[in-house]
């Protein structure tokens, strides 16, 4: 039996995305500072998997980067205390969209996205 939509005569509705296959890129780093202390840091680029055309509001992502850095302690060999911040930010992306259905209304902005991300970890062994 069809959906219900198609047995009261609504039509599929479709949205071609094209989006393209990315290749994205991270390096990272750690550094034994002494026994107790490692300390932590990287970087990673992720190209957008979309082009001004056809990018949305769904998804209105850029080309995005991130930087890391972080710090480990052990006071002994059971515990350990890992701590990190991650800025990430993305490419101004614009979006601009016609009102090609009927269905929807046309719309256009722009977006200048970005993050901060803190991150605690305890661990115990035992």
Not at 30 to 40: A, G, T
């Amino acid at each position: 039996m069809p959906p219900l939509g198609q047995q009261l005569g609504f039509n599929t509705i479709g949205e071609e995305l094209n989006w393209h296959d990315t290749l994205s890129v991270a390096v990272g780093a750690s550094y034994q500072l002494d026994k107790e202390w490692v300390l932590r840091g990287g970087f990673a680029y992720d190209p957008s998997p979309t082009t001004n055309s056809d990018r949305e509001v769904r998804i209105p992502v850029g080309n995005r980067r991130a930087l890391t850095l972080g710090a480990g302690y052990s006071p002994n060999a059971d515990l350990t205390v890992d701590l990190a911040y991650a800025y990430l930010w993305e490419n101004r992306s614009s979006v601009s969209q016609p009102n090609t259905s009927g269905l929807q209304p046309a719309y256009s902005a722009k977006y200048e996205n970005s993050a901060n991300g803190l991150q605690a970890q305890l661990t115990y062994r035992f």
